[in-house]
């Protein structure tokens, strides 16, 4: 506005020089009163050709001038829509802070086809003390989304092992095979150990690598189908098998444990199943899976702890071999995305298989014990 009413710099300079008239830069600077905007009129006048300029001269060459810039200034001043205007007219004027540009919003409110004078809430529920009394009648409900997200819950999550413990379980479930029970933690070593063939002087029975109970230290009794069975075929009087040769103790097979795999719960299937058979005389292939926890008394670490869980697995059928199982074992991990499965024979050293040597006279129908 000061610009627009009395002029910009550079007309301000010419005015203060007659036509054809010259002065010194130092004399103008004290007509002028101050260095602010000098230079800037100087400049502006040269652009003009209103003036020409040495290092220390300054001289007016036009006779008459139009101050055109506050022209346009008290112009915009009435019309201030910058839309009218040049764009690069408006950037030079705000260059030279003659001109500022400031956004204004203003918004048009009219009535609403909902308009009422006084605000009337929304009701979200319909409870039945307003059914009882009939003040839902003129009540304004809120309108129902059924597509709204609900209130998100701070809830917790499965552990890591759970939720690989559920892809393994629906993957053998695809497979055919059907989940045992395994809900105890506590078995006997009958169970544990004597039904699988484990002699009683194998170093996993010892205290060092099995977590033994001292209440119940015994459990009531020994199965009465399998223990004469397991009895003689650990001392050798059954199966055409010498066994292991040594005298079955039955106290010793009673001991508790907490079980160090999930095995036992396989021999427990397995002697159902034959149950089954020698009752309906028909076989049916079986497929048997179990995923729950085992115990063994290990030195805890980092990749390493006194409790783990055991994936375990058999088939039940006829005319099943090696090849049956590197079958099933590789679609299990082509499930899981393991697409490049190899197979290896391989020597455990810590598998111990007690053996004593037969007497001359046995030698003609001993067998050396196998492994199941």
Partial sequence: AKAANEGTPEFKLIQLLKTGEEKTREEMGKIWGSQDGLQIAINKGMQSKWIVCTKTTIKRIAEEVKDETASKLKTMLANKV??????????DLKKRQLLSIKKIKFYKVTKGPNFQPKRQAEIADLTAEMLAKKTWEGVKFKKLNPLAKGKELS??????L????????SILL?????EMPTD?????SFWNFDALFIPQQHPARDMQDTFFL????????LNPDLKDNVK???EGNCYGSIGYRYNWEPEEARKNIMRTHTTPCSARMLLALSKEIAKTKVFTPKKYFSIDKVFRNEATDATHLYEFHQVEGLIAD???SLKQLMGVIAEFFNRLGITNVKFKPTFNPYTCLLYTSPSPRDLSTSRMPSSA
């Fill in 82 to 91: 910058p839309g009218d205007y040049d764009k690069k007219m408006l950037q």
């Fill in 155 to 160: 809830t917790g999550n499965f552990h890591p």
């Fill in 162 to 169: 759970f939720q690989l413990r559920d892809q393994f379980r």
């Fill in 174 to 178: 695809e497979l055919g095979f059907e």
């Fill in 184 to 188: 105890f933690y506590v078995d006997s």
């Fill in 214 to 221: 001292s209440e119940p230290e015994l459990c009531n009794s």
């Fill in 232 to 234: 003689k075929a650990h």
């Fill in 318 to 320: 006829t005319k099943v």
